[in-house]
């Protein structure tokens, strides 16, 4: 599904990420790890395609296209969906007619018809219930005044209404607290099929207590320094990241 090889990202002419490999396969979650400013949400940006990143080398394959070649709104399109880790508050639209909208230009893309009013409410009470979101929250502005949690809320509803096969979720370091962390945690764990991927980006242990990765990498000054699975998250809460940057630091 994604491939990426060789990946170089600079900001303001200074080279962020360092030549990044990763292979991620339908029906599979990654976690990426790695100790602040390692490039983790560098990384997810490029994913994305925000414009300020400029990839200087390397390449990434989704779904067999040039995912570098696509446009922002083509990559939502075309189902990769990021989660930001600060999401943009559009006061006057509401979450409902914002989806509508995000959507329908889905289906579209798919050569199918927009979803009619009724069929439309039918799908957001059954995501709604999924993910255990309020009524109330999806009728105010987006984003506009909502707490951190409603916020990541939100975007696990984005989620689950636009059915990405690509999800990149950048957890933001900040208070999330347990009830909102675990609402996250499992939407992401009741979305997840056979077809669909996510990459998860965290920077503590305490996410990945509740959703479970197939693999785990470590980001470090722009590389991929170690990957393993589940088990090599338990070892970075236990003794933290300062072993894995002395074994990356005598290897380079
Ligand atoms: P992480 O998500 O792992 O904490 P980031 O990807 O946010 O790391 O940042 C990686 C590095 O890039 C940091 O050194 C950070 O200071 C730098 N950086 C991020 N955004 C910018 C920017 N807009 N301008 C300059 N440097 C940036
Ligand atoms: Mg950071
Ligand atoms: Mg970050």
């Not at 339908?26 to 983790?40: D, F, L, Q």
């Not at 990405?164 to 979305?191: C, F, Q, W, Y």
């Amino acid at each position: 599904m994604l491939s990426i090889k060789n990946l170089h990202a600079s900001i303001e002419g200074k080279e962020i990420l360092k030549g990044i490999n990763l292979e991620v396969k339908p029906g599979e979650v990654h976690a990426i790890m790695g100790p602040n400013g390692s490039g983790k949400s560098t990384l997810a940006s490029v994913l994305a395609g925000r414009e300020e990143y400029e990839v200087t080398a390397g390449e990434v394959t989704y779904m067999g296209q040039d995912l570098l070649d696509l446009a922002p709104e083509e990559r939502a399109r075309e189902g990769v969906f990021l989660a930001f880790q600060y999401p943009v508050e559009i006061p006057g639209v509401s979450t409902t007619n914002f989806l509508k909208t995000a959507l329908n230009e889905v289906r579209e893309h798919k050569g199918l018809e927009p979803l009619d009013a009724v069929s439309f409410l039918t799908m957001m009470k059954e995501k709604m219930k999924l993910v255990e979101i309020d009524q109330t929250l999806l009728s105010r502005s987006l984003n506009e005044g909502f707490s951190g949690g409603e916020k990541k809320r939100n975007e696990v509803f984005q989620m689950a209404m636009l059915e990405p096969k690509l999800s990149i979720l950048d957890e933001t370091d900040s208070g999330l607290d347990i009830d909102a962390l675990r609402i996250v945690a499992n939407g992401v764990n009741k979305l997840k099929t056979n077809d669909n991927a996510t990459i998860v980006v965290t920077h503590y242990q305490r996410l990945l207590d509740y959703i479970v990765p197939d693999y785990v990498h470590v980001l470090y000054k722009g590389k991929i320094v170690k990957s393993g699975s589940k088990e090599l998250a338990l070892e970075l809460e236990e003794k933290g990241y300062d072993w894995i940057k002395e074994e990356a630091d005598t290897t380079t």
